[in-house]
């Protein structure tokens, strides 16, 4: 809470502002709520078992950067530049060249998840609220759900033996 209220000053948007408008629009229009993410205990877990060793230290030392203050040479974050597509794709990119497969679980398969339980919805009509980076994804699996992984698929998590840090490591990420 005081990492997303620190975030939400910064910005001058308050932390879950963005839900109280989907209970808006959805009271408004009638349309009942659905909370389709996946699990963030099995993504973090999946990112962490599809991560390399030289991955997992790169994003550990980053991790401990931001948050001790070691990286003070990043720029400010423009929000309003981070509406412009264009902006939000070459940052997309970034991360995606930065951190493959944080990447290709944060971002690629919660895009197959997130369009895979929409699809599973009931009703005919729904509002999702997605981050900006999901949204291309997103609509891509919906306009060609063949391609779509089966959901069992993506919320399996391989059972890694060995490295009793790792559990750690989880537990520390919402604490920081």
């Known amino acids: 809470d005081l990492f997303q209220s620190k975030i939400g000053a910064d910005v001058d948007v308050a932390p879950g502002s963005e839900m109280i408008g989907a209970i808006e629009a959805s009271e408004d229009l009638q349309i009942p709520i659905a909370l389709i993410d ?6 973090l877990q999946r990112a962490l078992n599809k991560m390399g060793f030289m991955e997992k230290a790169k994003f ?3 991790l401990v950067s931001s948050v001790f203050g070691f990286d003070d040479d990043t720029d400010e974050i423009d929000i309003e530049e981070l509406k412009n597509p264009e902006t939000l794709d070459d940052l997309m ?3 995606k060249d930065e951190t493959p497969s944080i990447y290709e679980v944060l971002v690629h398969e919660r895009d197959a998840y997130l369009a895979g339980k929409i699809m599973q919805l009931p009703q005919d009509h729904v509002i999702a609220v997605v981050g900006a980076g999901h949204k291309p994804g997103i609509e891509k699996y919906l306009d060609n759900p063949e391609t779509l992984p089966k959901l069992e698929d993506l919320e399996k998590i391989a059972d890694k033996k060995g490295i009793p840090w ?3 490591f989880l537990a520390l990420i919402p604490i920081l």
Do not use: V
């Not at 996946?38 to 993504?43: L, Y």
């Open 166 to 168: 790792l559990k750690i």
């Open 60 to 62: 550990m030392f980053g």
């Open 38 to 43: 996946r699990d963030i205990t099995t993504t």
């Open 93 to 95: 990119e970034m991360f």
